[in-house]
């Protein structure tokens, strides 16, 4: 019972989430529902601030993620009755924006309040990141130092997201990346992986410049919205290709480091290492199996079988984008140097 708390149940989620916003879009769209009854707009607004952001709760949220993300379903809602909703019906709701201007007042001020603890906080965060030399990477490094000082957040965890990806898009040009030894292996040189995110930034930018001009005439807002969105794919694919450059896996005296790119890692101590081999696992398997794999294993044009397979004792935390996590007991991927990959992880573990 336990079990079935911790999972999200996204699917039904979604089911009433959609049968809600569809039911009230007939409600005002349809020419056979007019005239639309007063009363009607009370029931839609409680719909879309009230009942969905409850469903959220209880079917996301609840003892899984913070509850911040409230405030922008609600925000969301909000929007929704802009477009949905006779706008001379909203008029006659004077107080509706001022409530939802308060509340997103509070949320936001939570969130700056808590950016304000970090920022007092950045020259001891900045000595711990300099003294912490014994890992690996940048992402890592800054979690070790910021959580020293400030209890673990979903607002720092989207801070840090954002800012290993702006070191390594703008910052790391001139870092070189460690010597391939015993310690550090690469696992793109046999890839095509840097060569296709250049290719699907040369695609976003002329993309970009295509549909920006096109789209400005007809609506600029859109046009820029549209502008920033792809101005940040960029700077993640760059980051991506720097941060698979940069950082090799990394074995040291106790502890296994896997990161692929910026937007999956995990950190082994070598005594939960069952074993580490060649990967004798099916490529179709079991749901149930496949929620304790992760597959680090790079983008690329011909997508390959993962050619090594490290088994755990027990589940570890793999970390992704903006904090979320899953536990795993069994990690994919693939090496350069597969055989002296899986021959040093054997040595260390058996020693």
């Not at 409680?46 to 609840?62: A, K, Q």
């Not at 993300?69 to 008029?91: D, K, N, R």
């Not at 004798?280 to 397979?309: C, G, M, N, T, Y």
């Amino acid at each position: 019972m336990s079990q079935a708390l911790t999972k999200p149940k996204w699917g039904l989620y979604l089911f009433l989430v959609i049968l809600i916003l569809a039911s009230n879009a007939a409600l005002y769209k349809l020419p056979i529902m007019q005239p639309v009854p007063d009363g009607a707009l009370i029931g839609s607004l409680l719909d879309l601030l009230v009942v969905i952001p409850l469903l959220t709760y209880f079917f996301i949220l609840r003892k899984r993620y913070s509850l911040t993300y409230i405030g922008p379903v609600v925000l969301a809602g909000f929007l929704f009755t802009h477009f949905m909703l006779p706008e001379e019906q909203l008029a006659a709701q004077p107080l509706l924006p001022a409530a939802v201007l308060a509340f997103e007042s509070i949320f936001i001020a939570a969130e700056l309040f808590l950016l304000v603890l970090v920022i007092k906080k950045i020259p001891l965060i900045r000595r711990d990141f300099q003294s912490a030399s014994g890992i690996p990477y940048f992402h890592l490094k800054a979690e070790c130092a910021v959580y020293k000082h400030i209890s673990r957040n979903k607002l720092t965890d989207v801070l840090l997201t954002e800012a290993s990806l702006f070191y390594y898009a703008l910052l790391s040009w001139k870092k070189k990346a460690p010597v391939q030894s015993g310690t550090f292996f690469s696992s793109h040189h046999k890839t095509s992986a840097v060569a296709t995110s250049i290719m699907l930034i040369h695609a976003i930018v002329l993309e970009t410049a295509a549909i920006h001009f096109f789209l400005h005439s007809f609506s600029p807002v859109l046009s820029w919205v549209l502008l920033i969105l792809n101005l940040y794919g960029v700077l993640f694919l760059l980051a991506d290709m720097q941060a698979i450059r940069l950082c090799p896996y990394h074995l040291s005296d106790d502890t296994l480091y896997l990161q692929a790119g910026i937007s999956r890692k995990i950190s082994i101590p070598l005594a939960l290492i069952r074993d580490a081999g060649l990967n004798d696992l099916p490529e179709k398997r079991p749901k149930e199996q496949e929620r304790k794999i992760l597959d680090l294993s790079l983008q690329d044009l011909v997508k390959e079988k993962p050619a090594v397979k490290i088994s755990l004792k027990e589940p570890v935390s793999a970390d992704f984008l903006y904090g979320f996590k899953k536990e795993v007991t069994i990690v994919l991927l693939n090496a350069d140097e597969a055989e002296s990959f899986i021959r040093q992880i054997r040595r260390r573990t058996e020693s």
